[in-house]
């Protein structure tokens, strides 16, 4: 009996703490949109500085959250940080990506939408 409650709170463990990562992961994505939007709208002249330094100060909160919950869920019981780990491997550009890249540094496509 006492076996089977403590699996029942790990597995209850492991999912709050999967929730928790992907709320963090949700809030980071969202707070690099507004900074994304908030560059752009800096860059035409649309909003001032002081909106860019409000939505870089809320992506570095959502960056160290998600970082925190990151860690925290490689540490939960019965899991592992393999699913975060670093490839061995070197970054290898398709050549897909190396012509697109040719593209946008030589003035033929922008990244505005």
């Known amino acids: 009996m006492a076996n089977e409650a403590n699996e029942t709170d790990a597995a209850g463990d492991r999912l709050m703490a999967r929730q928790r990562l992907k709320d963090a992961e949700v809030g980071l994505a969202r ?3 507004w900074l994304d939007a ?3 709208a800096t860059l035409r002249g649309a909003c001032g500085p002081d909106e860019l330094d409000r939505a870089r100060v809320e992506y570095r909160a959502a960056e160290k959250r998600a970082a925190e919950e990151r860690a925290r869920w490689s540490g ?8 975060w780990e670093e490839s061995s491997a070197a970054f290898v550009p398709t050549r897909r990506q190396e012509f697109a890249r040719w593209l946008y540094r030589a003035g033929r496509i922008s990244d505005s939408v």
Do not use: S
């Open 76 to 83: 939960a019981p019965g899991m592992t940080n393999a699913g």
């Open 31 to 33: 707070a690099l949109g």
């Open 38 to 40: 908030a560059r752009r």
